[in-house]
């Protein structure tokens, strides 16, 4: 099954969090990669994340796309990016995990780090091979028409008030 959790609003993380704590409570696996976040950054669930048995935790970003004092060559970016996508068809296809979590990945569509099209045929592919075993869940702010299509579950996170909106900063805890 494809689980797609977009919007502008908080907690995309946090839900998929929260559905690999749920499988984890069944006995299974989850593998969780982050496709923008970098070692540079740590969060409360890396921390937590890579402390339980049965969860594969990778940081695959390099960092905030062009913001927050990000000036690296957006090459770079996408070879990260990349990186991260095919160890993700490698852990999809192992069948090891019960819950593949591809966190950011819309984010990584939409500042064209990886071609969506590419990553639509794995999907679609990789869910008629892995049948009912593997669950995938993507995160991230949009997602393209072509993903939501064959979505079996599409969830929007709408912003409706954030402390951001006060130029309040982001604090452990809350937002990572």
């Given at each position: 099954m494809i689980l797609l959790l977009i919007g502008n609003g908080k907690g995309k993380t946090t839900s998929a969090i929260g559905q690999a704590i749920r499988v984890l409570g069944h006995g299974g696996k989850v593998a969780f990669l982050q496709f923008i976040k970098s070692d540079k950054f740590k969060t409360g669930e890396e921390k937590i994340l890579k402390s339980?048995?049965?969860?594969?935790?990778?940081?695959?970003?390099?960092?905030f796309v062009g913001i927050m004092g990000d000036n690296l060559?957006?090459?770079?970016?996408?070879?990260?990016?990349?990186?991260?996508?095919?160890?993700a068809k490698k852990i999809i296809l192992s069948k090891?995990?019960?819950?593949?979590?591809?966190?950011?990945?819309?984010?990584?569509?939409?500042?064209?780090?990886?071609?969506?099209?590419?990553?639509?045929?794995?999907?679609?592919?990789?869910k008629k091979k892995i049948g009912e075993g593997v669950d995938m869940?993507?995160?991230?702010?949009?997602?393209p028409k072509s993903l939501i299509k064959i979505a079996d579950l599409v969830?929007?996170?709408?912003?409706?008030?954030?402390p951001?909106?006060?130029n309040i900063k982001a604090r452990k805890g809350r937002e990572f």
């Amino acid at each position: 099954m494809i689980l797609l959790l977009i919007g502008n609003g908080k907690g995309k993380t946090t839900s998929a969090i929260g559905q690999a704590i749920r499988v984890l409570g069944h006995g299974g696996k989850v593998a969780f990669l982050q496709f923008i976040k970098s070692d540079k950054f740590k969060t409360g669930e890396e921390k937590i994340l890579k402390s339980l048995k049965d969860v594969y935790f990778y940081k695959g970003g390099l960092g905030f796309v062009g913001i927050m004092g990000d000036n690296l060559p957006l090459v770079e970016h996408k070879r990260a990016a990349e990186k991260t996508f095919n160890l993700a068809k490698k852990i999809i296809l192992s069948k090891k995990y019960n819950l593949v979590v591809l966190d950011e990945i819309n984010n990584a569509l939409q500042l064209k780090l990886l071609k969506t099209k590419d990553v639509v045929e794995f999907l679609k592919a990789a869910k008629k091979k892995i049948g009912e075993g593997v669950d995938m869940f993507l995160t991230g702010r949009g997602a393209p028409k072509s993903l939501i299509k064959i979505a079996d579950l599409v969830s929007e996170v709408v912003d409706v008030k954030h402390p951001f909106q006060k130029n309040i900063k982001a604090r452990k805890g809350r937002e990572f």
